[in-house]
Structures are given as structure tokens and as C-alpha cells.
């Protein structure tokens, strides 16, 4: 989940120039939308965040108004390095589509009407090496304790042969939200990457010394065999 700000200008530039629609195939397909509400002007979609671990695909589905035909919803992503999204059916004012993982990252993409693009709703999606274990506060101290930012994957850049038991390099940015214990503060607590039998394969130190709302960055590199990441809270 790295920052998306502007993306969506992007998005609206890109439904603006989009002349041709792409049409679902009509075929068996439940109109049943599990909803969320306020996700765009007229349209409904199912989610509004997907996460998608590598070569992994997921589903939603946009719900347009009773009446209306959902064969002319069209969506575009702003990054189609990071996704790819494609129509696969619909059913009356419901359609269906799937997302699928291109490379790390996260992007926007958005679902509109394309007889009237005002109708559009958006989803985010991140593609991730792992999956996210992020607890609300991070920190074992209750008094003390940050709060997640934001966090990104990017490609491991060192080949050599020596140093290829990573798979790709997480960013994080975490921000001080409380420090009520001034005896304490120097504060840090540890992340750690587990493989699919549950063993730690990596322990990583994230720290920092508090300034209610700092802002602080951590680097670490994935292991090429683990499938989540879990960071200490409360």
C-alpha cells in the first residue's frame, strides 16, 4: 500500500479519453452484491481495497441502480504494471470483474458508466510479496506506540549470486500517534517474516525516538520464502 495521491486525476484523465467500451459476457452470474455503501456517485462496488499476493487474481463486482444495465460499466487502472482488470460477466444492473497481479505496487482503478463517466467508483489495489499482519498500534507499550503509514513493495535489485534468498524489499513508514511515557522514549518493537509451516525466517527492528506525529521509515528485504509479515502490537 504505498500513497496514491493524484492517482485518481490520472484515472479521471484516462476515462476521458476511453471511446471504446469493453462489454462483459451476459451468462451465469449471481446479482447479489455484498455492498459498500458511498464508494462512488450512482455505483456501488463490493470493495473498495483488494490485495493481491504475487501471480494471485481476485474478484468484485460494481451494482449499478435497479433498472440499469451493468453491461455498460468499463473499468481502467492507473498502473497496469502493478494490475490488470477485466470484465467478466454480468446480470442485470450487477457486473463482475476480475483483478490480476502484474508486479508490486499499488494502484487505483476505476469502474464507470461509460454512457456517463460521472458514474464511477473507485478500488485500490495492492500487489504484496507477503501477506500484511499490521496491527492498529504498533509497540507493546500502551503509552507509547505508533501507527502504520503506508507500505510498499519493490523489486530486490541485487543479483549476485550470493545474495539471492530475497525476493523483494518492503518500505514502511510509520508515524509516533501516542507518547505518554516519557521515561521511555526511545521506542521500537519487531516485525518478522514466517514461511507457509509458520517458522520466522527473518526478525526486523523497527525504532525510533518519539515526536508525537514524526513520520519514520524502514527498509527490510523479503525472504524469498516467506508468505507474511507480522508486527508487534497490543
Known amino acids: 500500500m504505498k500513497k496514491v495521491s493524484g ?33 462512488g456517485n450512482g455505483l456501488i462496488l463490493s470493495t473498495d481495497t483488494i490485495t493481491l499476493l504475487e501471480n494471485d487474481t481476485a474478484t468484485f463486482t460494481a451494482a449499478l441502480g435497479d433498472g440499469f444495465d451493468a453491461s455498460r ?55 504484496s510479496s507477503v501477506v500484511m499482519n499490521i496491527p492498529s498500534k504498533l509497540g507493546t507499550n500502551k503509552k507509547n506506540y505508533c501507527t502504520l503509514v503506508s507500505y510498499e513493495f519493490v523489486p530486490y535489485d541485487f543479483t549476485y549470486a550470493d545474495f539471492n534468498d530475497y525476493k523483494s524489499t518492503l518500505k514502511l513508514e510509520y508515524k509516533c500517534a501516542a507518547y505518554g511515557d516519557e521515561d521511555y522514549r526511545k521506542w521500537g518493537c519487531y516485525g518478522y517474516f514466517f514461511d507457509a509451516e509458520g517458522n520466522v525466517l527473518s526478525k526486523v527492528h523497527l525504532y525510533g525516538t518519539l515526536s508525537v506525529g514524526r513520520v519514520y521509515t524502514s527498509e527490510f528485504n523479503v525472504p524469498v520464502n516467506a508468505v507474511s509479515f507480522t508486527i508487534e502490537g497490543f
Open 7 to 39: 492517482i485518481k486525476k490520472i484515472i479521471c484523465a484516462a476515462i476521458a479519453a476511453a471511446v471504446i467500451s469493453t462489454v462483459p459476457s451476459a451468462g451465469a452470474f449471481a446479482a447479489e452484491v455484498s455492498a459498500t455503501p458511498s464508494v
Open 73 to 127: 460499466l468499463s473499468c481502467v487502472v492507473a498502473d497496469t504494471s502493478v494490475a490488470t482488470v477485466t470484465p467478466t460477466a454480468y446480470a442485470a444492473n450487477v457486473a463482475g470483474f476480475e483483478v490480476s497481479y502484474a508486479g508490486l505496487g499499488s494502484t487505483v482503478a476505476a469502474v464507470y458508466h461509460v454512457d456517463n463517466p460521472a458514474v464511477v467508483a473507485y478500488v485500490t489495489i495492492n500487489s
